[in-house]
């Protein structure tokens, strides 16, 4: 009995924290789109100012969405983070931008994926890795495709439309459309020509 009521409080805490367009903290958003919301509880959040949600868009509970390392940093793109309309973020996920990531429409990710376009730089030798200057390298994740659990999109990745990101991979680099995509590092498995599935 206690359980149930437990579970009932925290269902309707949940749905009353959620983030929706017409809620105050959206307004801090580039751009939060009708039909959009940010389960409750969320994950870290800041750089709002230059994060874009399309409509319709859910973004799942424990979600990291940032633009920049820190609150207030001013940015040298506009928006750094765009996600188009329709898609679903799957709980634990992290989107962490530094110049720009573009996620088209209809993009479906699984839980805990971790999307990123910066990566520390270590050229030099005689200094650890963690203070050595960052480079920034645009990612794009086409329209209609599915990122699997666990996957790690690493700066540069340029995904095409209708592709399938099989779970835990790592992909770096230039991938067609209406391909799969597995591995580490991720390798294309196979291609739709529009008529059959091909193997490389």
């Known amino acids: 009995m206690v359980g149930t009521i437990i579970r009932a409080v ?26 959009s919301i940010i389960n409750w509880p969320t994950g870290n959040m800041y750089g709002e100012r230059w994060i874009s949600i399309g409509c319709d868009t ?14 207030d940093q001013q940015m040298l ?37 971790y999307v990123t376009d910066q990566n ?5 030798i005689k200094k650890p890795i963690g203070v050595q200057d960052p480079h920034d390298d645009p990612v ?14 690493l700066p540069g990745a340029r995904i095409g439309e209708h592709c399938v990101v099989a779970a835990n991979s790592v992909v770096r680099g230039e991938f067609q459309p209406n391909s799969v995509i597995a591995g580490v590092p991720a390798k294309v498995v196979r291609t739709h020509d529009g008529t059959k599935w091909i193997r490389p």
Not at 14 to 30: L, S, T, W
Not at 60 to 68: E, I, N, Q, R
Not at 140 to 150: D, H, Q, T
Request: hydrophobic share 40%.
């Open 10 to 35: 925290s269902a309707k805490l949940n749905r009353v924290a959620a983030i929706g367009p017409n809620d105050p903290p959206a307004q801090a958003y580039k751009n939060f789109g009708i039909g």
């Open 58 to 71: 859910m973004i799942s509970a424990h979600v990291t969405l940032s633009a920049g390392m820190v609150p």
């Open 77 to 113: 793109t506009d928006p750094v983070v765009s996600i188009g309309d329709r898609c679903l973020i799957g709980r634990g996920s992290a989107i962490v931008g530094h110049y720009r990531i573009d996620i088209g429409d209809d993009v479906y990710t699984g839980m805990n994926v």
């Open 120 to 124: 520390h730089g270590y050229e030099d």
């Open 140 to 153: 794009v994740i086409g329209s209609g495709s599915w990122i699997g659990s666990g996957a790690v999109i």
